[in-house]
Antibody
Framework: QVQLVQSGGGVVQPGGSLRLSCAASGFTFSNYGMHWVRQAPGKGLEWLTFIRSDGSNKYYADSVKGRFTISRDNSKDTLYLQMNSLRAEDTAVYYC?????????WGQGTLVTVSS | DVVMTQSPLSLPVTLGQPASISCRSSQSLVYSDGNTYLNWFHQRPGQSPRRLIYKVSNRDSGVPDRFSGSGSGTDFTLKISRVEAEDVGVYYCMQGTSITFGQGTRLEIK
């Protein structure tokens, strides 16, 4: 079955960086676009970024454009989110999600806390 | 940006009674390929969202048939025919072309 296993969250100071990973299994990773979505404490879901199956195109929400970078390694079936210049308002649970419009499988979520 | 507006935001329901959630988009969700990419998700506390319905009315595998989705264009509805205790949590609609979510509707047992 499809599994998306996330890693890399934690506590970071404002202005710092963090990289999240999402290891995929149970499907042909290289055939699917992938998203990152986040959820601030007690809030709703916010789409952040999308990468096409071959990594050729990437799209970002205005809230993270220029600070976050999505990437993938299809040889390792892994999705990444590099987060730089982190702010307090980036504190959230981050999810990787499978599929261009499908959103049929979600990672378990990883908590990122930006605090001094 | 396409804005997704859900109502109500809070939904107290008696066990065994029906429930309905509305989701309206600021523009038509019919895509150029003829499909309407409107999904519904359920999120229990402390868990990842789970997709229930895709492309307006298609139930995901394992989703009880008491859940149904309907609608077209800009107006969509998620219905639960008889609410059970496991249905508590937050429900989100999402448009899948430019990706935006509704605010969420919190369902609780009265």
């Amino acid at each position: 079955q499809v599994q998306l296993v996330q890693s890399g969250g934690g506590v970071v100071q404002p202005g710092g960086s963090l990289r999240l990973s999402c290891a995929a299994s149970g499907f042909t990773f290289s055939n699917y676009g992938m998203h990152w979505v986040r959820q601030a404490p007690g809030k709703g879901l916010e789409w952040l970024t999308f990468i096409r199956s071959d990594g050729s195109n990437k799209y970002y929400a205005d809230s993270v454009k220029g600070r976050f970078t999505i990437s993938r390694d299809n040889s390792k079936d892994t999705l990444y989110l590099q987060m730089n210049s982190l702010r307090a308002e980036d504190t959230a649970v981050y999810y990787c999600v499978k599929g261009r419009s499908d959103f049929d499988s979600w990672g378990q979520g990883t908590l990122v806390t930006v605090s001094s | 940006d396409v804005v997704m507006t859900q109502s109500p935001l809070s939904l107290p329901v008696t066990l065994g009674q029906p429930a309905s959630i509305s989701c309206r988009s600021s523009q038509s969700l019919v895509y150029s390929d003829g499909n309407t990419y409107l999904n519904w998700f359920h999120q229990r506390p402390g868990q990842s969202p789970r997709r229930l319905i895709y492309k307006v009315s298609n139930r995901d595998s394992g989703v009880p048939d008491r859940f149904s989705g309907s609608g077209s264009g800009t107006d969509f509805t998620l219905k639960i025919s008889r609410v059970e205790a496991e249905d508590v949590g937050v429900y989100y609609c999402m448009q899948g072309t430019s990706i935006t979510f509704g605010q969420g509707t919190r369902l609780e047992i009265k």
